[in-house]
């Protein structure tokens, strides 16, 4: 916190106290929400011009001049940058996208495009996927611009198209297209990270992602002899492709522990109180109820079949069968990932990479780190933010690209039995008002000692 910063107006009581910012940050989430920008990875949807003028009408207000890049039409993205206390630091890069994944109405509570307001959460399709984080970084931006309160260094503001079909829209363009916006940036904050786990009544861990897993998607091939139904045929290729399909499916490729996993355990033991072994996780992740899903696959690569397709006819055998596999691997795991595949495939299969981006790690230490554990702390006395490794990918992927270190921190306190990570991509996607709230305080006192 600066202290001795004289524009300081307000300031935050320890444990709770109010930003203005707050006010705001919910009904910033719920007009979010009513622009729908699904983004449904084939180019037909609305894209996310509406929103990429909202955001930018939102920072004009308070003074800055928001920039918009549209990558091609309707898919808009909006950048600015606020001037800091001292231009010569490396800049901030505060990131989040506006697109969100489709949602169908009729298996919702609320419509997933009205933003409603219902026991005490905001509802709707990128609740906290992530039109959460973007509403409190609008929040914290506008209340610390409207009270003249300058970040420590400079601060980028990002809000990207196309997030959810790989950011070529989005991230990606803009860091090929226009990478000078990101001039002297050293670091960065994005998604999916800064959510909370209560352990106990003593102890709530925050998860800042550290590490992200990289993607190969693969298409799968078999070449056989085409013929009638009615003949016999040893070389059939749906017959051939299937044994290698089901052969990978079930396999299962062994635990290996990263850096930020190993760091994510060791705090989980102290913790709890118990020694956790990395061979027998199936244990260790019984203790950690919904969050679980996001941890199981970090301990391991993992290939899961997607797609299948052959044939055209019930009495002809094709000539060709194939199969499309989502590809995961670790950090570090890349080269060990293709050759255990390609050892559980056989030799009869064709393997092409469809899309591929490679996983990202860095360690959990700097002023930076240490920024984000106060501010939590400040804010919740039983906090411990701890590091994890994404199983997914997002746009910090491209950021890389530019020297970027780059962390998942976008602070959200939830209540201990809400599914955060079943709401991603999930029906009834939701977010609490007073995690928002929290959200923006901590963002401030994070900003305030960036
Ligand atoms: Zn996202």
Known sequence: MSETNPNRQGGHAAGGGRAPGEDEVAELCRELIRIDTSNYGDGSGPGERAAAEYVAEKLAEVGLEPQIFE?????????ARIAGEDPSRPALLIHGHTDVV??????????????????????????????????????????????????PRDIVLAFLADEEAGGVYGARHLVDKHPGLFEGVSEAIGEVGGFSFTVNENLRLYLVETAEKGMHWMRLTVDGTAGHGSMT???????????????????????????????????????????????????????????????????????????????????????????????RFLPGLEQEFLDELDSVLGPRVRREAVH??????????????DAMQTALRAEDPIARAVPYCLSGGTDAKSFSELGIRCFGFAPLQLPPDLDFAGMFHGVDERVPVDGLRFGVRVLDRFIDAC
């Open 102 to 151: 489709p949602a169908n109405a009729d298996d919702w509570t609320h419509h997933p495009f009205a933003g409603e307001i219902a026991d005490g959460c905001v509802w709707g399709r990128g609740a906290v996927d992530m039109k959460d984080m973007d509403a409190m970084t609008l929040a914290v931006v506008r209340d610390r611009l409207r009270s003249g309160r300058k970040p």
């Open 71 to 79: 990558s091609a039409k309707g898919r808009a993205s909006t950048v």
């Open 356 to 369: 591929s981006d490679k996983a990202l790690e860095t360690s959990f230490d700097g002023a930076l780190v």
């Open 233 to 327: 045929n040893k070389d059939n290729a749906i017959t051939e492709l299937c044994e290698a399909v089901a052969r990978l499916g079930r396999h299962k490729f062994p635990v290996r522990v990263t850096k930020s996993v190993r760091h994510f355990l060791d705090e989980l033991s102290d913790a709890l109180g118990v020694e956790l072994d990395p061979e027998d996780m199936d244990t260790t992740l019984e203790r950690l109820g919904g969050i679980a899903k996001l941890i199981g696959a970090t301990l391991r690569n993992t290939a899961q079949p997607t797609m299948l397709g052959a044939g055209y006819k019930v009495n002809v055998i094709p000539g060709q069968a194939t199969a499309h596999v989502d590809g």
